[in-house]
């Protein structure tokens, strides 16, 4: 078999639904290789006439971003997928209209103006506080469609076929028993939404048996099969009151986390066991019953389906790409893939997601003065220019990259003269920190725009080895250079944010090439088509001479006015929220935007914070509790250190320390490694003894998935701050670079050498990280002292 031979992707988020879909397969087929850039894991089979692919998001990365990614890869490698199936588990919402319980199967379905998914959390704040959703999925393919209504006909008449392919799996599988057994339903307890699990219990067992919601038994066994809408969002829902007041603006039959992800990339079908009722009361007792629910109803699904009939269905990618039309003739498609999987480091388009997952949001209202400022108007009508956007920490560089990346993206759409393309640095990401990176970043948006700019790549490609092509600053320049002096381009403006959290002396050799692209002394400056705009905060000392000769906006003084009205505007925003969360009086509600507007000090991360920390709080808690909030970012950092118990300190500054200083993000376990945590608590895993660890830093962490990082630049800036502190307790958490450094590769090295560790480094989570770093940390603490000697 090849890789061109299978048809069907088959998505799963947990091993548990893995594990289930394996179960199903008629026929297991042999593994093939994957592309050396694609890190999914798959497994090949048949079912009936089709031939199928399994993948699984990683292991404890949940949520559309990584599912985007998994089927971005999966259509890499396998370019002949024609649709696909997300098959798993999701919180029901039951009614009156729709009697949805534990092991029933949900089946997206599109109702109304929906295509059959619903991204509950994507949308804009406006008056009052009220949430509106906005966009729309794209729905399933019409085979799939088709399929679902003949299915849905066949089933008013005959019985499903779930409890057979699940008896046939269990006698493939026996260990898959506890997939195939329906729990007794006694542990199908639905509690009424506004009664909360107690956190003092573990169980059900000991809930309040009058709040539970009284439902006929039903006449028949094994689960029921719902059509409609399916909620995709970012967060697990375990709110009952959320649930039904989203269920009542929505009229949806279930949550998830990843078909939002998957539904404007790959044709698809939603497919979900319901395990829980997303609310406190949630448990893994129904997950593997339902997870093994839904692939049996995948697999049934699939024999409705001829084989030929998807045989003469367009692929995922050309129902992506729509139709390959005659600008595209000739193209040699398969070399172009090879290129953008060998370039491919991030979607750019997902690291923009995770901000906006991050920081919220964009208010309306904020951020449009830049539309109307002089320099940006000449720069976007000037056919080759670079324009620099300059601020200081906390002051919405980003959120404005955001909003200015969503203005370009509108602005070329449907253009065959001019394109966009956009990075977003970050300092913890390797894949996003240093010069290479952006320009392969780069380099892959433009190849995935332009598909004829492949010409520029091919002869590097055959001439050296492509994994030094991709390593290489002056080969990937190089063909950068020609691709935005090609006229298949048109007009090509792109987006760089963050440019500061580059790595400092690959940061210069860049910006000098992008100074001599631009400078008027250039014999072809006439010929470059792209039009550049770098957003950052204040670069090292040499590098403002670089760009000396380019316009700048420094949004402290040159917006000063433009900045502080976005705040006041963020500021109604983030109070008015509180307000209606914890039903604030009037003159309480006053107060609180008074004391924003007095104490932000032109930074939105400080009313970010401090608006989230308070939502904590009884309403009579609120004007007690926000006068010990200081003004400032600088002020807030230290009293969140202060506040951080003496017992805790040791831990807590070792953690920030490491954090701080390595050269990518941790992930929780080799955080705990780092640390040396040890579980003295019954009942406890090693993660979530690091998860309260990670707490005690507050707000100067935040975990993602199971990486954590630190809350903003401004406080890697602040912990490494020289200022001598009024606090003598402040001092303790101060980072020394030098200090940090050489701790850091000393625990390296000694891991390397076998020493105090030796019995137990093969099992270290943090070995890719140790053999990686020491050398990075000791050359980093090499240069810092001879530097200062």
């Not at 573990?202 to 909620?231: F, M, W």
């Not at 002089?374 to 080759?384: C, K, N, T």
């Not at 691709?483 to 860049?510: F, H, K, Q």
């Not at 002020?635 to 969140?640: K, N, P, S, V």
Request: aromatic share 8%; hydrophobic share 40%; glycine share 6%.
């Amino acid at each position: 078999m090849k890789h061109e031979d299978y048809t069907v992707g088959w998505i799963c988020a947990l091993p548990t639904e893995m594990a289930a879909a394996r179960g199903m397969l008629d026929e297991l087929h042999e593994t093939l290789p994957s592309h050396p850039y694609d890190t999914n894991n798959y497994t090949f089979g048949r079912i009936g006439d089709h031939n199928v692919v399994i993948a699984c998001l990683p292991s404890g990365v949940m949520g559309k971003i990584s599912a985007a990614r998994v089927v971005t890869q999966l259509l890499s490698t396998c370019t002949w997928i024609e649709f696909g199936l997300m098959v798993g588990i999701g919180g029901g919402v039951p009614s009156k209209e729709h009697d949805i319980r534990l092991g029933d199967v949900v089946v997206s379905k599109p109702i109304g103006t929906y295509g059959g998914v619903i991204q509950y959390d994507f949308g804009k704040t406006v008056e009052e506080g009220k949430f509106i959703i906005m966009g729309s999925l794209n729905k399933p393919p019409k085979t799939l469609l088709t399929a679902l209504a003949s299915l849905e006909a066949k089933h008013m008449t005959e019985n499903h076929m779930m409890a057979k392919h699940l008896s046939e799996m269990t006698k493939k599988y026996p260990k898959l028993t506890t997939h195939s057994t329906c729990p007794d339903v006694c542990y199908d307890l639905l509690y009424t939404a506004e009664y909360d699990h107690p956190k003092e219990y573990d169980t059900c067992s000991q809930c309040d048996a009058n709040k539970l919601v009284s439902r006929e038994p039903r006449a028949s066994d094994g689960p029921v099969i719902h059509y409609g809408l399916v909620a995709s969002g970012d967060r697990v829902m375990r709110h009952g009151v959320t649930r039904e007041r989203l269920r009542q603006e929505l009229d949806m039959l279930c949550f998830e986390m990843e078909a939002a992800g998957l539904m404007d990339i790959l044709p698809c079908l939603v497919i979900r066991g319901i395990c829980d009722y997303a609310d406190s009361h949630k448990n893994k007792r129904w997950q593997p019953y339902a997870a093994a629910a839904a692939s049996a109803y995948a697999k049934e699904l699939l024999s409705v389906i001829p084989g030929k009939l998807v045989i003469d269905t367009q692929t995922a990618a050309e129902v992506t790409a729509a139709a390959v039309d005659s600008r595209f003739q000739g193209v040699e498609w398969d070399k172009v893939n090879a290129c953008l999987t060998a370039l491919f480091l991030t979607d750019p388009r997902d690291d923009r997601e995770t901000i906006t997952q991050t920081k919220g949001s964009r208010v309306d209202g904020t951020c449009e003065w830049i539309k109307t400022n002089a320099l940006y108007d000449s720069w976007l009508h000037s056919q080759s220019q670079l324009l620099r956007l300059s601020g200081g920490p906390g002051k919405g560089k980003t959120m404005l990259s955001v909003y200015l990346a969503e203005e370009l993206e509108r602005r070329v759409e449907d253009s065959e003269n001019s394109l966009f393309v956009q990075y977003f640095c970050d300092n913890r990401d390797e894949k996003r920190n240093t010069a290479v990176t952006v320009l392969r970043g780069l380099i892959w948006q433009l190849l995935k725009r332009r598909p004829q700019l492949v010409i520029h790549i091919l002869p590097s490609f055959r001439d050296r080895d492509k994994s030094q092509l991709i390593t290489s600053f002056t080969a990937l320049w190089s063909i950068f250079e020609h691709m935005i002096r090609d006229p298949v381009v048109g007009t090509a403006y792109c987006l760089l944010d963050g440019l500061d959290e580059c790595d400092t002396g690959s940061l210069e050799v860049l910006l000098k090439k992008f100074s001599s692209l631009f400078s008027k002394k250039s014999d072809q400056s006439s010929t470059c088509h792209l039009n550049l705009i770098v957003v950052s905060r204040e670069l090292p000392d040499f590098i403002p001479k670089i760009l000396s000769i380019f316009p700048c906006i420094q949004l402290d003084p040159d917006a000063d006015y433009e900045i502080n009205k976005d705040i006041h505007q963020f500021i109604e925003v983030k109070v008015n929220e509180l307000s209606n969360y914890r039903q604030l009086p009037e003159p309480l509600h006053i107060h609180v935007k008074k004391v924003f507007l007095a104490r932000a000090q032109g930074t939105f991360l400080w009313v970010g914070i401090v608006a989230h920390e308070l939502r904590k709080y009884k309403a009579t808690e609120i004007e007690r509790v926000l006068n010990l909030f200081p003004s400032g970012l600088e002020e807030l950092y230290a009293r969140i250190l202060l506040q951080i118990d003496d017992d805790r300190q040791q831990t807590a500054a070792t953690i920030l320390r490491w954090v701080s200083m390595a050269f990518r993000p941790l992930s929780l376990l080799e955080l705990s490694t780092v640390i040396e945590t040890t579980v003295t608590s019954i009942g406890f895993s090693r993660e979530e003894v690091i998860r309260d660890q990670v707490a005690y830093c507050g707000y100067f962490l935040t975990i993602k998935g199971d990486r954590v990082g630190l809350i903003h630049q401004s406080a890697k800036d602040y912990l490494l701050g020289q200022t001598p502190d009024c606090n003598p307790k402040l001092e303790y958490f101060r980072i020394k670079e030098e200090a940090a450094n050489l701790e850091i590769a000393r625990k390296c090295f000694d891991y390397l050498q076998g020493g105090a560790f030796a019995g137990v480094r093969s099992t270290w989570p943090i070995a890719a990280h140790l053999q990686t770093s020491p050398y990075f940390h000791m050359l980093h603490f090499i240069g810092l002292t001879m530097h200062d000697g």
